[in-house]
């Protein structure tokens, strides 16, 4: 991986050989990553993958074993000062002080930023503002909602206008409904140009909000690219349905045994029957409406969808995003997610 | 290749120093505003210490017989004073610890601070909470019967030598919060040493009241020194070793445990 690219212009995070090790747990095993600026990278990992050592090296909180780690063009070793100059942090909790209002929260940290009071002020305001907080900003933060933390804790990070910020599983624990609040808010700090590190946990999050994303797992990473190179790796679509009689599960499957690519899968507690069908996508459905007919079984919910992170992380590792716990051990096969159901599933009507 | 030809940012020691200071304040305000934020952290440094003065003035005293000038309430109150300042730490330790869960540490090494400001804000605040606490039961002690026999100069100089004292076991505590890491484990942790320090030392009885064993541990302590010490400059009488072995035991507690409470921060994750 080059330094500089073709340009000459260099990427606002750059990591080479990174390791790190505790004890006998090797947390990260030599990863590579370049971001060039104003662009969002998704580092996508189940828990214990070496995310969360990745992102406490890069913000010179823990030092590396092995390999170099520069932001912004400084290393975070040896210029770790000047980095935290350009870096901004939001981690998996909330790290404010509860007891004190959104506003005296924002307001402290710019005055550790060394901003004059009046700044101090306008900045903070101009945050609360931004982040939807205008309305709280003079209550305790005790009294806030998980989001509201989170969003207060987020704009703690920006007082400093970082050049790169580093958002450890920042929607982790949140809610369905202020997950997509703070989605909107990143999306919103991409547009403006700064340059984001993103770890999470959900699949569906790195495909919404990351312009590149790195899977990592056991402190390597595994795969590299955009959410859409990633996808087609598993190789194009999936017809799926829902079989509703659990009997006829065989006959589904061999209705369709002959329109896919690979082996059809079902699932016999869930009932759901699935089958790759590559770039054929809507005559292969046609095929399988005529099959499905035809065999007499009643289905539900067939429907030609484009492969999910989920499926590509099955792929490239053999075990789901979510299954592995922080210790390493697996939790079996039925904590999978279904993270793609909402975005590309294209029903047959 | 620009930023890398840039220098790195270096500033003068003057202007660290300057920055350093105002960081700390910073977080010292920071502190002092969360502690007076939350009405039930003040009830307890102030009232716990005000039980103990009427609960040992009232109900153990009388079966205390002491030998100092004014009875058990004088014998009392630089022993409430000390233990008091040593409860204080427990405030230390566990904020600490807290905030380290939390990820404020974290946030905050993160920053362009200064490296030293999250321990000596913490310790700034926790001293200014230390006095007010120390003076609060003067005045209760006074209600009650205490007067300082020595002239207000040794007053003042007692007042001062509790607050270095509480500050040293601030810097233990500091050390176990940031190493331990965890708030209830913390708590736990602080009894197991500070009540024996402070029980079985001179602040409530008399040292020979002790059977011998004891009296071995209780007489070679630094609490004992330093209540003795508070105890002469409050009520007269001669303070004999009992100072310098104070001020030993003191700069022996900073010399080791400033040094692992610096390390620990580093460390914390």
């Known amino acids: 991986m080059a330094y500089v690219n073709g340009v000459g212009e260099q990427p606002a995070i750059f990591v080479e050989g990174l ?16 971001v060039p600026r104003g662009t969002v990278l998704g580092v996508l990992g189940p828990n214990g993958a070496g995310k969360t050592t990745a992102v406490r090296i890069l913000t010179t909180l823990l030092l590396p074993d092995g390999g170099r780690a520069m932001v912004e063009g400084h290393d975070v070793v040896r210029e770790a000062a000047v980095v935290r100059r350009s870096i901004g942090l939001a981690g998996q ?53 998980g989001g509201m933390q989170r969003r207060l804790d987020l704009a703690a990070s920006l007082v400093g206008r ?25 999306r919103s700090l991409a547009a403006e140009g700064t340059t984001l590190l993103l770890t999470t946990q959900y699949l569906d999050e790195a495909d919404e909000l990351a312009d590149e994303i790195v899977v990592i797992d056991h ?18 679509d999936v017809i799926e349905f829902t079989v509703p009689d659990r009997s006829r599960i065989p006959d589904a499957v061999r209705a369709i045994a002959l329109i896919g690519e690979g082996e059809p899968h079902a699932d016999q507690e869930t009932g759901v029957v699935g089958v790759g069908v590559g770039g054929r996508g809507s005559d292969a459905l046609i095929e399988a409406v005529r099959g499905l007919d035809a065999a007499g079984v009643v289905t ?32 079996g096969a039925r904590g999978r997610r279904r993270a793609g159901d909402k975005e590309t599933a294209r029903t047959a009507s | 290749m620009t930023a890398i030809a840039q220098p790195a940012w270096a500033p003068g020691l003057a202007h660290r120093i300057r920055w350093g200071v105002s960081d700390t304040l910073t977080l010292t305000r920071r502190s002092l505003l969360v502690w007076l934020r939350v009405p039930a952290y003040l009830m307890f440094t102030v009232i716990q210490p005000v039980m103990f003065v009427l609960l040992f003035r009232y109900v153990f005293g009388g079966a205390i017989p002491v030998d100092v000038p004014g009875g058990y309430v004088n014998f009392l109150l630089p022993g409430i004073i000390a233990q008091t300042a040593a409860f204080a730490t427990f405030g230390t330790a566990i904020v600490l610890a807290q905030e380290l869960k939390k ?46 026999l020595n002239g207000f100069g040794p007053a003042v100089a007692m007042v001062v030598l509790a607050t270095v004292f509480g500050v040293s076991f601030a810097c233990i505590a500091a050390y176990t919060g940031l190493a331990i890491g965890d708030e ?6 602080g009894m197991i040493w500070l009540f024996p320090l402070t029980f079985v030392s001179s602040a409530f009885v008399p040292i020979q009241t002790m059977p011998g064993w004891l009296q071995a541990f ?52």
């Open chain 2, 218 to 269: 209780a007489n070679h302590q630094p609490v004992t020194y330093v209540v003795n010490t508070m105890r002469a400059l409050a009520l007269g009488g001669p303070i004999g070793d009992n100072l310098w072995k104070s001020v030993a035991w003191l700069a022996g507690i900073f010399v080791v445990f400033v040094p692992l409470a610096v390390r620990a921060y580093r460390r914390a994750s």
């Open chain 1, 219 to 236: 402190g390597l990473v595994i795969a590299a690219g955009t959410a859409e190179e990633l996808k087609n790796r598993i190789g194009g």
């Open chain 2, 184 to 189: 209830e484990s913390v708590q736990a942790f």
């Open chain 1, 162 to 186: 970082p050049r790169v910020l580093f958002l450890d599983e920042p929607t982790t624990g949140l809610d369905p409904r202020a997950r997509l609040g703070m989605w909107d808010v990143i």
């Open chain 2, 103 to 148: 990820g404020v540490i974290d946030r905050l090494k993160s920053m362009p601070i200064a490296r030293s400001a999250v321990l000596t804000g913490r310790l700034v605040a926790d001293t200014g909470r230390m006095l007010i606490t120390i003076l609060i039961i003067i005045g209760v002690g006074y209600l009650v019967g205490f007067r300082f």
């Open chain 1, 93 to 145: 909790s909330a790290a404010i002080q509860e007891e004190l209002t959104g506003r005296e929260n924002l307001e402290i940290i710019g005055r550790l930023y060394h901003l004059r009071r009046p700044e101090t002020r306008s900045r903070a305001d101009e945050l609360l503002e931004q982040f939807g907080l205008a309305d709280a900003a003079d209550r305790t933060a005790k009294t806030y909602s």
């Open chain 1, 300 to 331: 539900r919910g067939l429907a030609l969808r484009r492969p999910s992170l989920d499926d590509v992380f099955m792929a490239l590792t053999g075990h789901a995003a979510e299954e592995e716990q922080q210790n390493g051990r697996r939790r």
């Open chain 1, 19 to 34: 390791t790190k090790s505790f004890g006998e747990v090797r947390a990260l095993r030599g990863i590579d990553l370049s």
